[in-house]
Structures are given as structure tokens and as C-alpha cells.
T-cell receptor, first 112, second 114 residues
Framework: DAKTTQPPSMDCAEGRAANLPCNHSTISGNEYVYWYRQIHSQGPQYIIHGLKNNETNEMASLIITEDRKSSTLILPHATLRDTAVYYCIVRVVGGTASKLTFGTGTRLQVTL | GAGVSQSPRYKVAKRGQDVALRCDPISGHVSLFWYQQALGQGPEFLTYFQNEAQLDKSGLPSDRFFAERPEGSVSTLKIQRTQQEDSAVYLC????????????FGPGTRLTVT
């Protein structure tokens, strides 16, 4: 699976949009981009995934550049409950092995 | 509905003791994963089951680690002769389909070896 690079930490004011970047310059054509987050003392939680088109769900939006070498997770109106470590993961979907390879993620702190 | 549950939530073991960590996946989920998370790090893959078959155990750090899922539902991760470096949070995740996108994680078991 391709390696990802994320900033170690970010701050965001409550109510503002949080934009979390991720570089994955060695991504292959059959690899998807996933985002998970981990709130303190909980297991990781799936947020969103995409292949090459931008995606949006009730939690977030995912913007993938045209060359697919980077992406941005957008939390449109961050709340204190969004304080967590956010992991960007790329992996092939298919076959029998679908493990997740986590990096160290971005620690997002949402403040009043 | 119930999510993935793990027990115990906390375990303290003396060095050299054996421990058993339990994972109850979401009912009907075919795939089950174990991950190990050291303090300040992201989770690292240990092993993967599809139903009762252990298809990938490449992440198990030593032969002291053993996992099973005999009936394709509940899984147990066993660590023999625990060492201090085994101290970590052990996370279990399950997914509905073999080729699904989303894994559902349990809250983890925090193991402390003294």
C-alpha cells in the first residue's frame, strides 16, 4: 500500500471548516483513499473514501486532486466533538486482504 | 444495533503471564481483524480472518501471539509469556463483506504488562 504524509497536528476554531491535507504521491491506479478518525480512548471510525472523484457524506467531504497525488478531508463546520486523530490511508480494495495501514495521522484540536 | 465489543477493556498482567483477549464482532460480519496500537502511534495490523479461516497472520510480532476464530464469529487473541513490549491497546475490527470498504472497530483492550 502507498505511503501517506500528513501534518502531525492542526488547530481549528469551532464552527469553521477544518481542512486536513494528505499527500500520497506514490498512489497506484487501483488504490482508494480512505479517511478514519480516532477520538481519545475509542477505536477508529470510518469517515469517507474515494477513488478519483470528490465525495461527500453526512460527516465530511473528500477532495482528491486530478493527478490523485494528494487529497483533502473537509469537515465543514467543526465542533469540539471533532477533536481527534485523523488518518489518511490508501489501499487496494479487492481480494482477501483488506487490512488498513495506518500512519501517525493528524491530531486535530478544535477550540472555542 | 450492537457494535463490535471487546473484553476485558483493561488488563494488567505480570511479565510471563498468559492473557486472552476477546472480540465479539458485529453479527454476520465475515471479516475480522486484529490491530495493535502502541502509545502515540497508529494501529498496526496483526492478523485477519475470513469466517473461521485465518488468511493473513503476517503482522503477528512473535510466536507468542496466537489468534483463533473457531466458529467464524467470536475471536480470541492470546499472548503467551507476556513481555513489557506487549503493552498496548489491542483493537478488533469487523466488516460485512470480504471486499468492503468500511471496517467497524471495537473500543479496544488496553493491556499493561508490569
Amino acid at each position: 500500500d502507498a505511503k501517506t504524509t500528513q501534518p502531525p497536528s492542526m488547530d481549528c476554531a469551532e464552527g469553521r471548516a477544518a481542512n486536513l491535507p494528505c499527500n500520497h504521491s506514490t498512489i497506484s491506479g487501483n488504490e482508494y483513499v480512505y479517511w478514519y478518525r480516532q477520538i481519545h480512548s475509542q477505536g477508529p471510525q470510518y469517515i469517507i473514501h474515494g477513488l478519483k472523484n470528490n465525495e461527500t457524506n453526512e460527516m465530511a467531504s473528500l477532495i482528491i486532486t486530478e493527478d490523485r497525488k494528494s487529497s483533502t478531508l473537509i469537515l465543514p463546520h467543526a465542533t469540539l466533538r471533532d477533536t481527534a486523530v485523523y488518518y489518511c490511508i490508501v489501499r487496494v480494495v479487492g481480494g482477501t486482504a483488506s487490512k488498513l495501514t495506518f500512519g501517525t495521522g493528524t491530531r486535530l484540536q478544535v477550540t472555542l | 444495533g450492537a457494535g463490535v465489543s471487546q473484553s476485558p477493556r483493561y488488563k494488567v498482567a505480570k511479565r510471563g503471564q498468559d492473557v486472552a483477549l476477546r472480540c465479539d464482532p458485529i453479527s454476520g460480519h465475515v471479516s475480522l481483524f486484529w490491530y495493535q496500537q502502541a502509545l502515540g502511534q497508529g494501529p498496526e495490523f496483526l492478523t485477519y480472518f475470513q469466517n473461521e479461516a485465518q488468511l493473513d497472520k503476517s503482522g503477528l510480532p512473535s510466536d507468542r501471539f496466537f489468534a483463533e476464530r473457531p466458529e467464524g464469529s467470536v475471536s480470541t487473541l492470546k499472548i503467551q509469556r507476556t513481555q513489557q513490549e506487549d503493552s498496548a491497546v489491542y483493537l478488533c475490527a469487523s466488516s460485512l463483506l470480504r471486499q468492503t470498504y468500511e471496517q467497524y472497530f471495537g473500543p479496544g483492550t488496553r493491556l499493561t504488562v508490569t
